[in-house]
């Protein structure tokens, strides 16, 4: 049912959140695509994964529920400061978010008049996603990567999980060929769903404070905890 979020279900729409440690940088257009090899590929986008230290990047998502039969568009911005802190602020659905602060993970949906606290180390089923969430995950270590091939000057990296992996199915990254960052990523959970997102516009480095990355609470609106 539609607004009633359990910690599995919290956890599977945390984990479509966690690729913006890759937002891209924009690469000038029309430029050569040399082919590397699948190593080079990975060491080199695990590089630009180490060195986002703060950023703010707009991105589109959109996410195909199978079961449902409909297709469901939001965008906005996204801000994120290493360690664990992000902000997805959506400007469609109007007024809905998405907080890490480090500690706890909010979700509000406007229409839903609540906001779902959870404890960061619950809205996973293990600690791949929450090491990438932390700023401390490596991509060879936590997962199965391959290289699948080179679509429209981006190459294509399929990644799967090393064990249990919070009810994703397949994750699949769009790969800059000249940056070696992500400029869009699909995830397919284990009901067949498919959420895609690009990322565009991106600026490193503004220096943003951890304050900004604390809960604001809309006035009338109810906090419910899941979790401990």
Known sequence: MRGKLTIKRLAGLALFWLLFLFVPA?????????TKTEEVVIESLQKSYDSA????????QETELKTL???LKGWGKIYFKRPGRMLWQYDEPKGQFVLADGKSL????????QVIKSPLKNAFRSETPLSFLLGIGNLK???????????????????????EL???????????????????????????????????????????????????????????????
């Open 26 to 34: 924009d690469s000038p257009p029309g430029a050569a695509v040399e």
């Open 53 to 60: 230290v703060d950023f703010v990047a707009e991105f589109r």
């Open 69 to 71: 039969a409909r297709t």
């Open 106 to 113: 909010y979700y509000y949906q406007p229409e839903q008049g």
């Open 141 to 163: 270590k936590d997962f199965k990567v391959s290289l699948k091939n080179l679509e429209q000057g981006n190459y294509v990296l399929q990644l799967g999980p090393k064990g």
């Open 166 to 228: 919070g009810g994703v199915g397949e994750i699949v990254l769009g790969i800059d060929s000249d940056t070696f960052n992500i400029v869009w990523t699909r995830i397919r959970d284990a009901a067949g769903n498919v959420t895609t997102i690009r990322f565009s516009n991106m600026r490193r480095g503004i220096g943003l404070k951890d304050s900004f990355f604390r809960p604001q609470v809309p006035a009338g609106v109810d906090v419910v905890e899941l979790g401990s």
